[in-house]
């Protein structure tokens, strides 16, 4: 029996029918075709599925699609305004923060959830704080400039 | 107007897509009413399969389709020997799905099709496989070998499935006029690429058009093609493969066949549907191709100043249950352990021994970090043996630059050619690198720290990385008469390295337009079909070269069309901001414009079409509308196949400071000078080569998938199977040193590899410095974890404790 679910999708009222046992990375995949989130692991270790439910940072992965009922999420499809590129997506591009770009958006996510929280982060705390997202590509250092770079600016905004 | 593309740092030109979540990974295409695919996998290392019974699988709802050996018709054959060598001389390959016996843990024994992923595993478990009582195994190459040990196949003693030797000079001689000897064993342990993302391949079928689609996370779209063609029988242009966004690959992603890119396709013709395998984590570790076991035994033959006479190896390679790839690794290996140095005379013996577990075929770095890990530990040991300094004894055996091209006489590289280094600065890296860590200013704190109880010590390591090898790639380009676009096909592809963007530098540069006005279509045996795959540090050498030939080509054409059409002598014309000019004048043409021209027309679609066409005062005239061997179009095609390959080098160094009551390890700069001839875009370079460190680092501290004495994988996910994060990859200072390669017209080198190379002989020589006051044992053996570095503690027998 399928359950009926309803939620907010970046910012639209979007509903859908899954399986109990269906994650919500696959509904928002296969169901939704908001393909931007990625399976790296399945397990909560790599952070490719990164989204923000109701303003937490979690790995759609490990949250089945049922636990979605009435909650607001946000994907890396929602991260740009319209053309408008986010200015964590802008300075991904100018710092070549990507590679394969599987990661890519799991670390979007991720660090648009920590500066939501912390717009003054040091090093270290960009750092750790990524450290649930694998990359294999890009031995992270242009990434970690790249967060600090878009927090600095978006201080001075 | 001339200024130079090549060389600069152009901002990766196909970012946008990834950075908004439009990438198209083989998981992403809709491929609708698509079936998946799971397996059911050998839960044994060696064993007989007694039945299989898929009754209960069947029947479960949502199963379309159970496959096992027996419904495969001509599929169940050893899959090819990719890489045939004389010295292999017991080669094994693996059946798509396991035919009488297993050999390794996750081994493919039948195949489940269903209407969805979820369907498809649970129906796997109700697969009931009845193995035989599982065989004893030998998961150790050094026990392997031995003679009473387990087979891993009945047929090949000792497990060897092949043996060779190769000579350079006269090594017995070199051993007995040396005054010195260096004699040690180290070992590298087994690792994964872990691409982040994993394999992946669908296939569709046209039964109309006779047509098979394949998409592929490969790296070698054009040989996959080439494979299914043969292996089904059908023609090669009835079969379209499509490598799309590969996320990673590292080497993994370009053995063929993996069992699933034969049955997927299989299945999706058998059942006309289209049909979807998405390997998960766990398969990853148990079904896609590892890499690096090999045991080294080196001993040097020296004078007392140092001087390197003679080497002489002897090492063991762990090949896993299967040899598909043949012995690309050990050969690379075999070749790379003389390094950047003289040594002018070599013996190098190599065994690869079977043993029931995964696979091997190259991970990045192929053989090279391996024998780095040999040659630099040793370089280090003769130093501290004879009393002498480690730069100084690397620089007295260091290859000079009036040396090259510099043959190592009788030895063969991987690619079957001679073992020539092209050329490079070994000696000015040399000084780079000592100049970059200020060595007085490192010694005086290295010495401040010792008296605050704190232990600094440095570690470096050279490497060198045949790259770009052949046979060829080929480039195609077209200039698009409506929009002027330049369209560049070639027939490898990319996992990330930035294709897109360096090969329209170089296309950018012949026909003087913008990199954002070159689009790269590669990895689609639709767009261009010649060529080969993605390895070996290849694609900025051997594709990036056949590109700028066929740019050069495709200049000439639009010179002469814009020569006719603007009445001027081609020598007064100059191309840039996508149009040809009369130089000093403000007469031009567009590139759009000479496109169109060049296509004789019958029917105009704009204006300057008009000019094409038959009554158009410009097109009169009496000849035919296409000269003799004139193509119409600006449309060429070139191809390049390198003599042999091109050699890049570097050198690393570390500082480290290490807890010796914690055994812990903090990197406190990690410095670079590499050179990887002209670099066409430092950006990108820099990406490749911090990106290979990291895995580097991986390797040299975490990665090493573990087996028990069974056979069965410890740690086949990302929670045991340590991959660094942001948390551990320190830093990276990058010094770029550029010697053109005289090999190819572009003078580039690969770069792909480079950096993971060096990184675990310049950590253990760093920890080794900084635990020099212990007197620890040497560190022979990577992945070096805490617990390695406490052991060489208590092993040293120096009073430990003490000093803490
Ligand atoms: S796929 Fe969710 S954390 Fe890896
Ligand atoms: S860019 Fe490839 S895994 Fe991060």
Redesign the pocket.
């Known amino acids: 029996m399928k359950t009926h679910i309803t939620t907010t999708v970046n910012g639209e009222p979007e509903e859908f029918l899954c399986e109990t046992e269906q994650t919500l ?1 696959d509904i928002l995949r296969d169901e939704l075709n908001l393909t931007g989130s ?12 990164s989204i923000i439910l109701n303003g937490r940072l979690v ?4 949250v089945l699609a049922v636990e979605a009922e009435g909650q607001k999420i946000e994907t890396i499809e929602g991260m740009a305004d319209g053309e408008e590129l986010h200015p964590l997506q802008k300075n991904f591009l100018k710092d070549a923060a990507l590679q394969c770009g599987i990661c890519t958006p799991g670390f979007l996510i991720a660090a648009k959830a920590l500066l939501e929280k912390n717009l003054n982060p040091t090093e270290k705390e960009v750092r750790y704080w990524l450290a649930g997202n694998l990359c294999r590509c890009t031995g992270y250092d242009k990434i970690i400039r790249s967060v600090l770079n878009t927090a600095e600016e978006m201080r001075r905004k | 107007m001339s200024t130079r593309i090549f060389g600069e740092r152009v901002q990766r030109n196909n970012d946008e897509r990834l950075l908004t979540g439009g990438g198209r990974y083989v998981d992403d295409i809709p491929l609708s009413g698509a079936l998946h695919v799971a397996f059911v996998r050998s839960p044994f290392a060696r064993a007989q399969i007694i039945s299989i019974d898929t009754s209960i699988a069947k029947e479960h709802p949502g199963v379309i389709k159970v496959y096992t050996y027996k419904d495969i018709g001509n599929l169940d054959v050893e899959m090819p020997l990719l890489i045939p060598h004389p010295a292999l001389h017991s080669p094994k390959t693996q059946r798509p799905l396991a035919h009488d016996d297993v050999f390794y843990v996750g081994q493919t024994v039948v195949m489940v099709v269903a209407i969805d992923r979820y369907v498809a595993e649970d129906a796997a478990r109700l697969v009931d496989v009845e193995y035989s009582d599982p065989f004893n195994c030998s998961i150790e190459i050094e026990e392997a070998v031995l003679d009473d040990a387990p087979l891993v196949h009945p047929d090949v003693p000792n497990n060897v499935a092949a043996h060779c030797i190769q000579v350079s000079g006269n090594p017995d001689k070199a051993f007995q006029e040396a005054e010195h000897y260096t004699k040690l064993k180290v070992r590298v342990d087994r690792s994964t690429a872990a691409p982040m993302e994993c394999r992946a391949v669908a296939a569709r079928f046209d039964a109309v058009s006779g047509e098979l689609t394949v998409w592929d996370g490969t790296q070698a779209p054009i040989s996959v093609r080439g494979g299914i063609a043969s292996i089904f029988n059908l023609d090669e242009d009835k079969v379209r493969v499509i490598a799309p966004d590969v996320g990673g690959g590292f080497g993994q992603k370009v053995l063929l066949f993996y069992p699933d890119e034969l049955l997927v396709p299989f299945a999706a013709m058998d059942l006309d549907r289209p049909v979807k395998y998405i390997e998960d984590r766990t398969e990853n570790f148990l079904g896609s191709t590892q890499e690096r076991t090999q045991i080294h035994d080196v001993e040097l033959a020296a004078t007392k100043d140092g001087v390197v006479l003679g080497l002489k190896d002897n090492f063991l390679h762990d090949t896993g249950a299967f040899i598909p790839y043949g012995i690309a690794v050990a050969q690379v290996a075999s070749t790379g352990i003389l390094g950047p140095y003289r040594i002018p005379n070599s013996r190098v013996e190599y065994k690869a021994i079977y043993t029931p577990i995964v696979p091997v075929t190259p991970y990045r770095g192929c053989g090279r970090p391996h024998a780095c890990f040999a040659i630099e530990r040793a370089m280090d040991q003769l130093a501290d043996e004879l009393g002498l300094d480690r730069f100084e004894v690397r620089r007295r055996n260091l290859i000079s630059e009036d040396e090259f091209p510099y043959e190592r006489p009788n030895l063969l590289f991987a690619d079957g050619l001679a073992v020539i280094y092209d050329s490079g600065q070994y000696a000015k890296a040399l000084d780079m690198i000592i100049e970059k860590i200020n060595l007085d200013e490192f010694n005086t704190q290295q010495k401040a720290a010792a008296q605050e109880g704190k232990y600094l010590g440095l570690g470096l390591s050279f490497y060198v990385e045949a790259t770009g090898i052949g046979p060829y790639e080929g480039g195609h380009i077209k200039v698009h008469p409506i929009t002027g676009k330049v369209y560049v096909n070639t027939g490898l592809t990319t996992q990330g390295q930035g294709h897109e963007t360096v090969f329209a530098q170089i296309v950018a540069d012949q026909l003087g337009v913008s990199p954002e006005d070159v689009i790269l279509v590669e990895g689609d045996t639709g767009a261009f079909d010649w060529g080969v795959a993605t390895y070996a540090s290849r694609a900025a050498v051997v594709s990036g070269n056949a590109i700028h030939l066929a740019a050069q080509k495709a200049r000439k054409i639009v010179l002469d069309a814009a020569g006719n059409m603007l009445e001027a002598s081609v020598d007064d014309l100059e191309l840039g901001g996508g149009e040809v000019r009369v130089r000093g004048s403000d007469v031009s043409v567009s590139l759009a414009a000479v496109a169109t021209a060049c296509n004789p027309l019958r029917y105009a679609f704009n204006e300057a079409a008009q000019a094409a066409t038959q009554f158009a005062p410009a097109a009169r005239s009496d000849e035919p509308a296409l000269g003799d061997g004139r193509a119409p179009g600006v449309e060429t095609t070139a191809y390049y196949a390198p003599p042999h390959a091109t050699w890049a080098y570097g050198v690393h160094a570390a500082i480290v400071e290490v807890d010796p009551g914690l055994c812990s390890i903090d990197i406190k700069r990690y410095i670079c000078v590499h050179d990887c001839g002209n670099m066409i875009n430092p950006t990108i370079v820099e990406g490749q080569v911090m990106g290979g460190v990291a895995q580097g680092m991986g390797g040299a501290f975490y990665e090493r998938v573990e087996f028990d004495s069974e056979g069965n994988p410890r740690n086949a996910n990302f929670m045991d199977f340590l991959v660094p994060y942001a948390t551990e990859v320190s830093q990276i200072e990058l010094h770029h040193i550029e010697t053109p390669s005289p090999l190819n017209p572009l003078g580039v080198k690969g770069v792909g590899e480079a950096g993971t190379i060096p990184v675990a002989p310049v950590i253990a020589s760093a920890i080794e410095d900084a635990l020099k006051p212990f007197g620890i044992k040497r560190l022979h053996h990577v992945p070096l974890s805490p617990n390695s570095i406490y052991e060489a503690l208590q092993e040293s027998g120096g009073d430990f404790n003490s000093k803490l």
């Open positions: 990375l990625k399976e790296g692991c399945s397990s909560g270790d790599c952070g490719a599925c790995c759609a992965c490990l």
